[in-house]
């Protein structure tokens, strides 16, 4: 995935967020994400079951309701 492609994902996520049908729930699921950059990034209810987050920065991400079953979470940074 490219970083424009996650770019667009997580933009058309906001804009789900926020109710607007022009949006789309974020699916990462199975996207190989490490050692990304998603410090405070809101990925709440985001689709990221089985993705690689090794590594990754999730520092201040809002992870609620968010599925992470069998997400590879290692070495994530996941302060605040």
């Known amino acids: 995935m490219t ?3 996650l770019t667009e994902i997580l933009r058309l996520h906001r804009l789900w967020q926020n109710g607007d049908r022009a949006g789309a729930r974020a699916d990462l699921s199975g996207a190989k994400l490490s050692e990304v950059d998603l410090s405070g990034a809101d990925l709440s209810r985001a689709k990221l079951s089985e993705a690689d987050l090794f590594q990754a920065d999730l520092s201040r991400a809002k992870l609620s309701e968010a599925d992470l079953f069998q997400a590879d979470l290692s070495w994530a940074k ?3």
Do not use: A, C, G, Q
Request: aromatic share 0%.
């Open 3 to 5: 970083p424009e492609e």
């Open 78 to 80: 996941m302060s605040e």
